[in-house]
């Protein structure tokens, strides 16, 4: 093999790892409301650290609305003008939206049961389209000891951030 024919197959070789392995990076606008026993809280949600830590983790350019309450977001398709608006303006492709409901039963100072269940919807900022709708259900029953609500929730959220990290590979990917 002649040194320009070797460059040129190291050069295909590399493209050709890249391109495997790299998928392809985003800017994501992520919005959860976390909901305990009925009421808001606690915020920051552990379910939404999970999804921007599982999101940057990738690759990904993430960013959140803090602590702000989007009051017009419409659960039943996870759709909302005011996070459209957030997203145009931080130039995110997409936009997750998660809504997080967990039941935490137990006396205070003592491990807990937690059940939570956990409906998220992805959303193309561009066309204002829904990508992928789903709903996640944990818990830690009977592991009350070694896994407390915030960790049962932050992994749902990286659950989320595997799912939408899919839609940017493969046969899902965004034009």
Not at 5 to 23: D, N
Request: charge should be negative; include cysteine; charged fraction near 20%.
């Amino acid at each position: 093999m002649k040194p320009g024919q070797r460059a040129t197959g190291v050069l295909i070789g590399a493209a050709l790892l890249l391109s495997a392995t790299a998928g392809f990076p985003e800017t994501i606008l992520v919005y959860v409301e976390q909901y305990t026993n009925g009421t808001p809280g606690p915020a920051p949600a552990a379910a939404c650290a999970g999804i921007l830590d599982g999101l940057f983790e990738t690759g990904h350019i993430v960013f959140d609305t803090g602590k702000e309450l989007v009051p017009d977001v419409d659960w039943a398709t996870g759709g909302s003008k005011r996070l459209l608006s957030i997203a145009i303006e931080g130039g995110a492709r997409l936009i997750v939206t998660a809504r997080v409901e967990s039941t935490v039963e137990g006396e205070e100072g003592q491990p807990a049961a937690v059940r939570t269940d956990l409906t998220y919807y992805v959303m193309d900022a561009l066309t204002f389209s829904t990508l992928r709708s789903a709903a996640l259900h944990g818990d830690n029953l009977g592991k009350e000891n070694e896994v407390d609500a915030s960790a049962l929730n932050f992994g749902l959220g990286v659950e989320i951030a595997a799912e939408v990290s899919g839609l940017c590979t493969g046969s899902f990917a965004l034009e």
